[in-house]
DNA sequence: GCCAACGTTGGC
DNA sequence: GCCAACGTTGGC
């Protein structure tokens, strides 16, 4: 199973949003980015990902999983961007904060930090069990 | 196919 | 609110 990096802007689509969608899950729209489009192709159903607030809070807040791949992004009518549907998991017991991240020198290599404007990202499985660690759970 | 201009994102 | 980073667009 490969790991993923969701980030959103809290006052558009918040992880409380997500949660209320619960286990039928909503699509990741909206994006009009291709690595990011790139990075969601990648994706499996089963995979698990992180749920970022970027902005003010700037922290990993939740864990969803996608339960379908890649499909054409319907608020968009121009076929080049999909999206894929996730749900929400568990939220993190502790929400790891980008500044927390940035000072974990395990975590130096994150695209969080090496690209921040990437809305999509990959995570390794290293990064993935970091984090979770730093959120509580483990 | 290059590059300048422009728009957007996101951290500070 | 500003600005750096960076993606996209359009003229040549």
């Given at each position: 199973?490969?790991?993923?990096?969701?980030?959103?802007?809290?006052s558009t689509w918040s992880w409380d949003d997500q949660v209320a969608k619960g286990a039928a899950g909503e699509e990741w729209d909206g994006v009009r980015n291709y690595q990011a489009r790139n990075v969601m192709r990648e994706m499996s159903v089963g995979d698990l990902g992180f749920f970022y607030h970027s902005q003010k809070e700037k922290a990993?807040?939740?864990?969803?999983?996608?339960?379908?791949?890649?499909?054409p992004d319907s608020t968009s009518d121009d076929p080049r961007w999909e999206c894929v549907d996730i749900r929400a998991v568990e939220p993190l017991p502790k929400p790891v904060t980008l500044d927390t991240i940035k000072a974990d020198p395990r975590l130096s290599e994150m695209a969080?930090?090496?690209q921040a404007r990437l809305s999509v990202q990959p995570v390794s499985d290293a990064e993935w069990k970091i984090v979770c660690g730093l959120g509580g759970l483990g």
């Open positions: 199973m490969r790991h993923w990096l969701f980030k959103s802007e809290p990993v807040v939740g864990i969803v999983e996608v339960i379908a791949a890649a499909h969080l930090v090496r």
